[in-house]
């Protein structure tokens, strides 16, 4: 039993961490998203009717560059996630090992 608690708690851990990444994933690209939706909403509205001011500054390449602004972020918090919790898998290993040999 007293096997179990230590790797709850570094599970634990691992989800905390994970959740950080997600959380800071969606921090963000919170703006990036607002940005997107702006400028669908300006090339969805039919080519001939006049579009509003808050359009006159956005190209459709820069719908392009938004999403690839969230697709890197994204891919960011995955590797930090993946790399963190592999940081506490193979800290938890040593631990074990170390309180085995003990």
Not at 33 to 41: E, G, M
Not at 78 to 85: D, K, T, V
């Amino acid at each position: 039993m007293s096997h179990r608690v230590p790797v709850a708690t570094w599970s634990a851990g691992i989800l905390i961490w994970c959740v950080m990444c997600v959380g800071g994933w969606v921090l963000a690209t919170r703006e990036d998203y607002a940005r997107l939706a702006v400028a669908r909403a300006c090339y969805t509205v039919g080519e001939s009717q006049t579009t509003p001011s808050r359009c006159a500054d956005i190209k459709r390449s820069d719908m392009l560059i938004y999403k690839a602004a969230i697709d890197r972020k994204a891919t960011i918090s995955r590797i930090s996630a993946s790399f963190g919790s592999m940081a506490l898998i193979i800290s938890l290993v040593f631990v074990r090992r170390r309180v085995h040999n003990t």
